[in-house]
């Protein structure tokens, strides 16, 4: 993987990393998408790092889909698909690992302890092995995006994170592997976190920037579900996740709510223009 990428650095080709885990769906190809705007070499790595997973997490049962990933790669116009074993991520006597303080500890980080940890040290591999001048991710999982941007930073390197929108399904559901989990019934019952999402927007367009009523707001929706059991709603400033009581700022509005053994996350991007005119992302 490195010597091909070093080949496509000499001949001056701008390099694209989409790193997945694979069971890939329209969200992982918009990534794909944008990359191949911004490049003219990509490579896809699908790794489902097991350092990401608690031990009473998906890792074993996570879906599978490799015949199928590979061509629906090779027909976005991946040139390099790069599929690491665990032991060549992880070999005997591994010991180093990357953690972004503070951002990884908060939301997901408190509901998935070391969670980030895994994934901000299997990305840091990823992009010191492939060296790519842009790297893709969803916004669907913010914090995650936020934690490698805020990693990237701190550690000087050369790639550009890219951040992409959510890719949704008709009904509004975001798009994400584990919706493949959802018995029948969850599947139409979690087109309320969208509903959710709606009840705060028409809130903010109306004026309102106080972060309690959007989340009262949302969690009435919620309600109405009976099989939504809510983690989270929170409100946070969209680059350090600390909790907003005021929206007066970049902010995302995320959720995370369960659906029998499946759960699922969620954000709407919140911002303001220089002239102060509201901007929503769902
Ligand atoms: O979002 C994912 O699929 C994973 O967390 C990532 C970024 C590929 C790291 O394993």
Redesign the pocket.
């Known amino acids: 993987m490195k010597e091909f990428a070093r080949k496509q650095r000499d001949e001056n080709r701008i390099v694209g990393l989409v790193?997945?885990?694979g069971a890939l769906h329209p969200g992982h190809l918009s990534l794909i998408k944008q990359a191949r705007q911004q490049c003219s070499s990509l490579v896809a790595s699908i790794?489902v790092?097991p350092t990401?997973f608690g031990p009473s997490e998906d890792f074993a049962k996570y879906p599978r889909a490799l015949p199928a990933d590979s061509e629906k790669l090779e027909n976005a116009g991946v040139q390099c698909l790069f599929l690491p074993e665990a032991k060549d991520i992880y070999p005997p006597k591994y010991s180093t690992y990357v953690d972004v303080e503070g951002l990884s500890e908060r939301l997901e980080g408190r509901s998935r302890p070391g969670h980030f940890r895994g994934?901000s040290t299997?990305?840091m591999k990823l992009l010191q092995i492939v060296q790519p001048q842009f790297a893709y991710?969803?916004r669907k999982?913010a914090q995650?995006a936020a934690i490698i941007s805020r990693m990237a930073t701190d550690l000087n390197l050369d790639t550009e994170i890219e951040i992409c929108p959510i890719e949704r399904e008709a009904d509004g559901l975001a798009m994400s592997s584990r919706n493949v989990y959802l018995q029948t019934g969850d599947r139409q019952s979690a087109t309320v976190l969208h509903r959710s999402f709606q009840a705060a927007q028409t809130l903010l367009q109306n004026g309102s920037r106080d972060a309690l009523s959007l989340q009262s707001a949302m969690h009435r929706v919620l309600k109405q579900e009976s099989r939504a059991k809510v983690d989270y709603v929170e409100i946070v400033d969209a680059e350090t996740f600390e909790p907003l009581t005021h929206i007066n700022r970049k902010a995302y509005v995320l959720l995370a709510v369960k659906f029998g053994e499946t759960r699922l996350l969620d954000n709407m991007l919140v911002d303001f223009s220089d002239t102060g005119e509201l901007n929503v992302e769902l």
Do not use: A, I, K
């Open positions: 790193p997945t885990m790794f790092n990401q994934v299997v990305v991710f969803g999982d995650q």
